[in-house]
């Protein structure tokens, strides 16, 4: 497989949500989304970034884009994390790992890599960031979708 990076097509994925129902990409054409990817539920890194993009949730939304997280913890692991820190974007339980691995975001021990994606509403990747700062990434989305939306090309 080769590296998956800006300007190729988004991977396709369907996974269940915190909320009890499915995502899809392809439910998501005509929008731009953010996901995300992060190892664990509830960890200290994982806990920073969430409340980050909890926190600059409302900055994103008026750039008329999305967040999803992706892990490959279960929906219940999901739920009491969202409980838990009051989290205000869904979360996609990725269990087997099927859809870190088509965006290169698998790591190792059954944990997903700390990769960012922004796609747009013709599902391309605009953005990847890999290796992300939890504390930062959020703020560094918002800037990316800002200059994203610049003139038409």
Known sequence: MSEVKEGDPAPAFELPTD???????????????????????????CTR?????????????KQG?????IS?????SHKQFISKHQLNFPLL???????SKRYEADGTFGFSKRWTFI?????????????????????????QLTSLQGPAK
């Open 19 to 45: 909320g009890g129902g499915t995502i899809s990409s392809a439910g998501l054409e005509g929008q731009p989304y953010v996901i995300y990817f992060y190892p664990k539920d509830d960890t200290p890194g």
């Open 49 to 61: 970034q969430a409340c980050a993009f909890r926190d600059s949730i409302q900055v994103i939304r």
């Open 65 to 69: 884009a999305e967040v999803y997280g």
């Open 72 to 76: 490959q913890d279960s929906v219940e």
């Open 93 to 99: 339980a990725d269990v087997k790992g099927e859809v």
């Open 119 to 143: 796609v747009d509403p013709e599902l391309k990747i605009r953005w990847v960031q890999k290796n992300v700062d939890p504390a930062l990434n959020a703020k560094e989305v918002a800037a």
